[in-house]
């Protein structure tokens, strides 16, 4: 199974890398799969790589549904 999450970008720094914020989670990626990113801007990152730039909300709708499926397993199922 694959997994790619919703982050944004802080600050390019040269050629085709940058800095993304994943939930204070601060890393260097690549950028070379994909055009016109600016810092401020959201991409799904997979593997190193940004594949698809997002717009905010729904990078936002898309952070808040892990943001509740983080909470949900922290509380376990006996709060169900």
């Known amino acids: 199974m694959c997994l790619a999450i919703p982050v944004r970008v802080v600050e390019l720094v040269g050629g ?4 993304v914020d994943a ?16 810092p401020g801007d959201h991409v799904i990152l ?4 940004a594949i698809q730039k997002l717009d905010v909300a729904e990078a936002e709708r898309t952070l808040a549904l892990f943001a509740s ?3 949900a397993a922290a509380t376990g199922p006996e709060a169900a």
């Open 16 to 19: 085709d890398a940058a800095i």
């Open 23 to 38: 939930g204070g989670v601060r890393k260097e990626i690549s950028l070379a799969l994909v055009d016109g990113v600016a």
């Open 46 to 49: 997979h593997v190193g790589y």
């Open 69 to 71: 499926l983080r909470d």
